[in-house]
């Protein structure tokens, strides 16, 4: 069974600091990675993927990617009170695009 | 471009009783998925279809959930007869293609079983 683990929180951090969310999965063969947001109550929405080693940024978030070590994290840069949410974990095996989902980080963006 | 749609919003029924969800995934988009999402976890992949053929459904149960997507455009996801522990948000997803491509969620089904 493909397991993505993730901190379920909450993590809390000031608005304005960097709130960092981290991802460990099982399968060594995974490609496509996935940090989907989802706020209480709504559906989940992309708002980064990544597919090779290293950084990838996108305005304040950053996703990290190594797969040696089987780890992807998010970086949120100057969080602010609407990133407040719960952070999705995906992962795709590649192929026919079986992807699996942590259970996700919830995030508190304190005013 | 519309989204993904879904009904209906929310479904209160009692055990052993039957449900029916519909979804129409965003025009073009070849792959369809259907999650549980139950109340603190991730969304559980039920089934995926590629067009109109099915791609994965190992963690459906069979014995009472049934889906298909007749002419490869929506789908429909019924439970018979529903349990307890039915009661989550479902929801629906398309993706362009199964090449690692972005997944669009419905609003989803909130079901209630008593």
């Known amino acids: 069974q493909k397991e993505v683990e993730q901190n379920s929180g909450p993590l809390s951090v000031p608005e304005g600091a960097i709130a960092s969310l981290n991802c460990t999965y099982s399968d060594r063969v995974s490609q496509s990675f996935f940090w989907y947001r989802q706020y209480s109550g709504k559906s989940p929405e992309l708002i980064m993927s990544?597919?090779?080693?290293g950084d990838k940024e996108d305005g304040r978030f950053t996703a990290q990617l190594n797969k040696a070590s089987q780890y992807v994290s998010l970086l949120i840069r100057d969080s602010q009170p609407s990133d407040s949410a719960t952070y999705l974990c995906a992962v795709d095996e590649g192929g026919y695009q079986k992807v699996t989902f942590g259970t996700g980080t919830k995030l508190q963006v304190i005013p | 471009e519309a989204g993904v749609a879904q009904s209906p919003r929310y479904k209160i029924i009692e055990k052993r009783q039957s449900v029916a969800f519909w979804c129409n995934p965003i025009?073009?988009?070849?792959?369809l998925y259907w999650y549980q999402q139950i109340l603190g976890q991730g969304p559980k992949l039920l089934i995926q279809f590629q067009n109109n053929g099915v791609v994965d459904d190992s963690q459906l149960p069979k014995d009472r959930f049934s889906a298909e997507r007749l002419k490869g455009v929506d789908s429909t996801l019924k439970i018979q007869p529903a349990k307890l522990e039915d009661s989550a948000v479902y929801l629906c997803?398309?993706?362009?293609?199964?090449?690692?491509?972005?997944?669009?969620f419905g609003p989803g089904t909130r079901l209630l079983v008593l």
């Open positions: 025009s073009g988009h070849a792959t």
């Open positions: 997803a398309s993706s362009l293609d199964d090449r690692g491509e972005t997944q669009y």
């Open positions: 990544i597919y090779s080693n």
